[in-house]
């Protein structure tokens, strides 16, 4: 992530006060602070989309197992 810009955001007082004292805490900036709140919002994001994805397409893998084990169980026979 080479460049940066600069933005202007508002925020609640009470969350502005909890950035300071983190990056008070951590010797960082706000700044600092907050982008690597974003970056850990993207990533949780992106990891309940791959669940989310992965739990659907094993619910339709066992739909389709279950529908085939009857099929297979006949042509055993």
Known sequence: MG???????????AIL???DRFSKEQSQSR???????????RQKH????LIEGYT???EEDLKTA???FGAGTEAIR
């Not at 992106?46 to 989309?49: D, F, G, M």
């Open 17 to 19: 006060k909890e950035i």
């Open 66 to 68: 279950e529908a085939n």
């Open 3 to 13: 460049n940066k810009q600069k933005v202007t955001i508002t925020v609640d007082e």
């Open 46 to 49: 992106l990891e309940n989309e």
């Open 56 to 58: 659907s397409m094993a």
């Open 31 to 41: 700044s600092n602070v907050i982008e690597e709140a974003i970056r850990e919002w």
